[in-house]
């Protein structure tokens, strides 16, 4: 349950967990993350995109390694959380009032390899994750030892693919994440 269909789209500025809390206080509530892949220590342009004058978007443009992501993500979600505690915000029936959206790609031989998937595992059961960081946080903040936080970041997921990507090949992978 949103609060509102408002969000925004995974890109760089959807990787760091300042930028995610930046977008959830200013309204966003559908919160798409910057794309993961297997491939996470490649020498490419950054930023992904560049607009001074033309737009330029950089394939295979993930700038953090999959665990980086993965904690960026969960500081994101703990704080949202506590912020919403901070804020008196009112409960909201049946979820969070947000929600995070993963974004994984290029392929399906990426998404299908260990640490893709292992990812994808903690965002969708993230308990010991979420233990540490209340650990950390509840010496400065009382009220994060009782605070009730979701230890699931997200059940859904956007598929990013490369340009000109064969339609059999989305296919498979939209399969695979359907199924598996």
């Known amino acids: 349950t949103l609060e509102t269909p408002l969000g925004v789209a995974a890109g760089p500025h959807t990787q760091l ?21 297997i491939l996470d220590q ?13 737009g330029y978007n950089c394939e295979w443009s993930q700038e953090l390694r999959l665990a980086q992501s993965l ?16 804020l008196d915000m ?10 995070f959206n ?14 893709v998937q292992g990812f994808i ?8 994750h979420i233990a ?9 903040f009382e009220e994060m030892a009782q605070l009730p936080i979701d230890d ?5 997921v956007t598929l990013s693919t490369m340009h000109g990507c064969p339609p059999d090949e989305i296919e498979r992978i939209a399969r695979f994440l359907m199924e598996e």
Request: include cysteine.
């Open 90 to 99: 009112p409960a909201v029936e049946g979820g969070c009032g947000f929600a």
């Open 132 to 140: 540490r960081l209340r650990a950390e946080l509840t010496p400065r």
């Open 17 to 37: 967990a300042q930028n995610i809390v930046a977008s959830y206080l200013c309204g966003a509530r559908f919160i798409e993350l910057k794309t993961v892949q």
């Open 71 to 86: 904690e960026e993500y969960l500081k994101a979600w703990v704080l949202i959380h506590l912020l919403r505690r901070r």
């Open 102 to 115: 993963m974004s994984v790609g290029y392929n399906l031989e990426g998404i299908q390899q260990e640490g």
């Open 121 to 128: 595992a903690q965002m969708r059961t993230a308990q010991e």
């Open 152 to 156: 699931q970041l997200s059940d859904s």
């Open 42 to 54: 490649l020498n490419v342009s950054k930023p992904c995109i560049d607009m001074q004058d033309v």
